[in-house]
């Protein structure tokens, strides 16, 4: 099996982000947090997509991530914006902060660039910062609705690496250049349950790349009774997982499902 580097966004994988904000999870997460209270903690914040809109509405939010870079990007617009976060850089498996939470959220960045046991480890320090009764929820995007499950099998994984997609974000900052970002399956581990996908960023001003940069990031691939597993592993007793940012019971027809797991009281 060949080795990659899997780096966390940083440089052009971080700046794009200074254009995104909001979301269609927003709503969901914060409806958690209304359910089960503040402070809340944002991890895989970023630049703090949904941290910024969440503490814009006034909910007492902090916000973790291992890039310093994320976190420099969600310092500097929260400033523009008038705000002032609490920001933590450490990764999910080091996770060692001065106060408990009532809600730990994690949008769409569990299983980036970590090992298993790294991932269980995140979990376990997650319930311990949780108060009694509080809760763990994050998003998981199934990777047999994804574009990579066709390398799974052996005769799949002849065809690796797989094309480059179509450029599928373009972001136009506010000097007008233009982000651009397309990506490709570079390998499948199907025993270690493990995807590299290689993203290609460039940054294009009057339609001349002015910057461009790939980086590769390793994938877990898990799936829900694994996932259940691990949290009750981890020390969560209630666990519920709903399909696509809603109370839906998961389906197999959901392309995202929403784990949420309780702290007992």
Same mark, same amino acid.
């Given at each position: 099996?060949?080795?990659?580097?899997?780096?966390?966004?940083?440089?052009? =994988?971080?700046?794009?982000?200074?254009?995104?904000?909001?979301?269609? @999870?927003?709503?969901?997460?914060?409806?958690?947090?209304?359910?089960?209270?503040?402070?809340?903690?944002? %991890?895989?914040?970023?630049?703090?997509?949904?941290?910024?809109?969440?503490?814009?509405?006034?909910?007492?939010?902090?916000?973790?991530?291992?890039? +310093?870079?994320?976190?420099?990007? %969600?310092?500097?617009? =929260?400033?523009?914006?008038?705000?002032?976060?609490?920001?933590?850089?450490?990764?999910?498996?080091?996770?060692?902060?001065?106060?408990?939470?009532?809600?730990?959220?994690?949008?769409?960045?569990?299983?980036?660039? =970590?090992?298993?046991?790294?991932?269980?480890?995140?979990?376990?320090?997650?319930?311990?910062?949780?108060?009694?009764?509080?809760?763990?929820?994050?998003?998981?995007?199934?990777?047999?609705?994804?574009?990579?499950?066709?390398?799974?099998?052996?005769?799949?994984?002849?065809?690796?690496?797989?094309?480059?997609?179509?450029?599928? +974000?373009?972001?136009?900052?506010?000097?007008?250049?233009?982000?651009?970002?397309?990506?490709?399956?570079?390998?499948?581990?199907?025993? @270690?349950?493990?995807?590299?996908?290689?993203?290609?960023?460039?940054?294009?001003?009057?339609?001349?790349?002015?910057? =461009?940069?790939?980086?590769?990031?390793?994938?877990? %691939?898990?799936?829900?009774?694994?996932?259940?597993?691990?949290?009750?592993?981890?020390?969560?007793?209630?666990?519920?997982?709903?399909?696509?940012?809603? @109370?839906?019971?998961?389906?197999?027809?959901?392309?995202?499902?929403?784990?949420?797991?309780?702290? +007992?009281?």
């Amino acid at each position: 099996m060949r080795d990659y580097p899997h780096i966390s966004h940083t440089g052009l =994988a971080a700046q794009q982000w200074e254009m995104i904000a909001g979301g269609d @999870d927003v709503p969901f997460y914060r409806a958690r947090i209304q359910r089960y209270g503040e402070p809340a903690l944002d %991890c895989g914040c970023g630049a703090g997509r949904v941290l910024r809109q969440l503490l814009s509405e006034g909910v007492d939010v902090d916000g973790l991530d291992v890039s +310093s870079d994320m976190i420099a990007l %969600c310092a500097e617009i =929260a400033e523009r914006e008038g705000l002032r976060p609490t920001l933590y850089r450490q990764a999910f498996h080091e996770m060692d902060l001065p106060r408990s939470y009532r809600t730990i959220m994690i949008p769409g960045s569990f299983g980036l660039s =970590a090992t298993r046991e790294q991932d269980l480890e995140a979990l376990g320090r997650m319930h311990a910062h949780l108060a009694p009764g509080g809760a763990l929820v994050f998003d998981y995007g199934m990777d047999y609705q994804s574009p990579s499950w066709q390398y799974w099998t052996r005769e799949g994984r002849k065809h690796l690496p797989g094309p480059w997609g179509a450029a599928h +974000s373009r972001i136009r900052a506010r000097d007008g250049a233009e982000f651009v970002n397309r990506w490709r399956t570079l390998d499948v581990d199907p025993v @270690d349950q493990a995807v590299w996908r290689q993203v290609h960023y460039e940054v294009r001003l009057d339609g001349v790349t002015v910057q =461009a940069e790939t980086h590769t990031m390793r994938v877990r %691939c898990y799936l829900m009774w694994e996932l259940t597993l691990m949290l009750r592993l981890a020390g969560f007793e209630d666990v519920e997982v709903t399909g696509d940012y809603t @109370d839906e019971p998961a389906t197999r027809d959901h392309d995202t499902l929403v784990f949420t797991a309780r702290k +007992s009281a």
